[in-house]
């Protein structure tokens, strides 16, 4: 399963690399908004810290706005994916940037026969959102399982992103299902690397090797 860290925040995002379990990032118009600063300012300094698909989204409606934005952004780096969202202005601009060469991030699917026309449109990744539907009180990682389902039945590449995770039990749950990408936000990150078992076993580790006065050489 890749890894692609849920933030547009440069000190996030540089922890999240040093970490050495970063395969890309993805953004969003609110993420990038949080942070106050300039898009493509903000997209260069991402570009530089990792060295895999970078989501920048588009932000018109209309299929040419839509590829006309995708055009600009893919020519910023060879790692931009273009996030267009799941419309039927936004399919038919993928249709097209796909025929170009140009890898999109199809976002916003809440639904298996969207993810089917995503697909279909040639999407490189779709985006099913699980918080999102969870709030809603719908099982968004059923979503998960009949996108998976689906996907593998006619084999499509078009890769699954679990989106919109907000826990870590989220991660486990479409890893076993077999989602090909998690993009986790900075703090569930965080949270995967905890057990209390770990903790008090190392401190337990660490107590026992001070008392003795074992020396490592
Ligand atoms: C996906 O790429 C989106 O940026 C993101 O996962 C949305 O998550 P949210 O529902 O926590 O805003």
């Given at each position: 399963m890749k890894f692609f860290i849920d933030s547009a925040n440069i000190d996030e995002i540089r922890e999240a690399a040093s970490l050495g379990i970063l395969d890309g990032v993805t953004?969003?118009?609110?993420?990038?908004?949080?942070?106050?600063?300039?898009?493509?300012?903000?997209?260069?300094?991402?570009?530089?810290?990792?060295?895999?698909?970078?989501?920048?989204?588009?932000?018109?409606?209309?299929?040419?706005?839509?590829?006309?934005?995708?055009?600009?952004?893919?020519?910023?780096?060879?790692?931009?994916?273009v996030k267009v969202p799941l419309i039927r202005e936004g399919l038919k601009a993928?249709?097209?940037?796909?025929?170009?060469?140009?890898?999109?991030?199809?976002?916003?699917?809440?639904?298996?026969?969207?993810?089917?026309?995503?697909?279909?449109?040639?999407?490189?990744?779709?985006?099913?959102?699980?918080?999102?539907?969870?709030d809603v009180s719908q099982d968004g990682m059923e979503l998960i399982e009949q996108i998976v389902t689906i996907y593998s039945n006619y084999d499509y590449r078009t890769e699954v992103l679990a989106a919109s995770i907000r826990h870590p039990l989220h991660v486990l749950q479409a890893a076993m299902i077999g989602a090909d990408v998690a993009t986790i936000p900075f703090k569930i990150i965080n949270q995967m690397f905890k057990h209390p078992l770990t903790e008090r076993g190392l401190e337990q580790f660490l107590d026992d090797w001070k008392n003795n006065e074992a020396k490592l050489v």
């Open positions: 953004t969003n118009p609110s993420l990038v908004a949080k942070e106050g600063k300039n898009f493509r300012q903000l997209l260069d300094q991402i570009l530089e810290i990792v060295d895999g698909p970078v989501s920048a989204e588009v932000v018109s409606t209309d299929a040419d706005g839509i590829k006309k934005e995708a055009r600009e952004l893919a020519a910023i780096h060879e790692n931009i994916v993928v249709r097209t940037l796909t025929d170009e060469g140009i890898r999109t991030n199809v976002t916003l699917c809440f639904s298996p026969t969207q993810a089917l026309l995503a697909a279909k449109a040639g999407a490189t990744y779709v985006s099913p959102f699980i918080g999102r539907l969870d």
